[in-house]
């Protein structure tokens, strides 16, 4: 349990029953070979049953991974119940390239766009807008409000984004996403719901209206969480490290306990009024689903 956690939130959660079926999302990235695939499509189906808002799909630079994106986001409009949002983000592309997969979105039927600045590619350095392209992803916001009527996903940072020059100058940058037309924010993954509720807290201060949806990652592979937070800014309590040591041997258990942490974290935030959750699944159904089913979610009978 987060040490830093307020007496009047866990007091809460003590007396709280379970959500009363929060709303959820869901993460996947588009496969890069068969046995991937195979594995996505798998998880897809799994999640579909528990009915979520919408489920995401993952977005690089480079023509591959845009057909990639592409196809799965198709597929999944084409081929299930779900409403599938694609990313999109500012790297490696000119604003004509990025309108014009704007567009085929749109002819496809996809209304829901997850518009990001992107991350620089591997060993190029620092982030640097992309020559005719769009510089951030406030811009990305402003120019699909022209090509559609989008619905619009945007990151959040309750920890603060690694490159930004403070935490005031982060959330300026989340205001101007908003004002630029963005409809929803959802937030990198954090453990402490102290970190989420402060967060909140200051984005309402500063004329944040729109729904700021909490990030969660049930963790499937704890080393590779430590690397990648280390890149993205996100920390990880040590309370959360001292649950999953010892069990890279073990993934039965370590996966017991990784959907308790998820869904623990759930049940706070849900104590402190907040009914709302996107899940980084990493293409895997099996922990998700478990988290999901403890927060109260079951398919539908009959």
């Known amino acids: 349990m987060p040490e830093k956690i307020n007496s009047e939130y866990l007091l809460r959660l003590k007396n709280s029953p379970l959500p009363a079926k929060p709303l959820v999302s869901f993460e996947f990235f588009p496969p890069k070979s068969e046995e991937m695939e195979e594995k996505l499509w798998k998880s897809i189906k799994k999640l579909e049953a528990l009915h979520p808002r919408f489920v995401s799909v993952t977005y690089g630079a480079g023509g591959t991974t845009r057909e990639r994106t ?11 119940s779900l409403k ?13 390239e990025i309108d014009e997969i704007a567009h085929e979105y749109y002819a496809a039927g996809v209304r829901h766009i997850v518009a990001l600045r992107g991350d620089a590619p591997a060993g190029s350095g620092k982030y640097q807008p992309y020559p005719g392209g769009y510089d ?9 409000k022209k090509i559609g009527d989008f619905e619009i996903s945007v990151a959040a940072y309750p920890e603060t984004h690694p490159e930004a020059v ?5 959330l300026d940058n989340l205001k ?31 004329g944040i209206t729109v729904p700021i949806v909490p990030g969660i990652v049930p963790i ?12 993205c800014g996100a920390s ?5 490290e001292e649950l999953l040591a010892d069990l890279d041997n073990d993934p039965e258990t370590h996966n017991m306990v990784a959907a308790i942490i998820a869904s ?6 849900s104590a402190a009024g907040i009914n709302e959750f996107h899940f980084y699944t990493l293409n895997r159904a099996d922990l998700t689903y478990s988290v999901c089913h403890l927060l109260g979610l079951r398919p539908a009978r009959g």
């Open 70 to 80: 592409h196809k799965t986001v198709v597929r999944i409009l084409q081929e299930t």
């Open 176 to 206: 101007r996403k908003i004002d630029n037309g963005a409809t929803r924010a959802i937030t990198q993954y954090f453990f402490d719901a102290e970190l989420l509720l402060n967060f909140l807290d200051r984005a309402r201060k500063a």
């Open 264 to 269: 623990e974290q759930c049940r706070i935030l």
């Open 220 to 231: 499937s592979n704890f080393r590779q969480l430590v690397k990648f937070s280390a890149a």
């Open 84 to 96: 599938p949002a694609a990313h999109l983000t500012c790297v490696g592309a000119t604003r004509a």
């Open 166 to 170: 403070s935490p005031e100058a982060d």
């Open 136 to 144: 951030y992803a406030s811009d990305l916001v402003k120019g699909l």
């Open 236 to 240: 990880i309590p040590k309370w959360v």
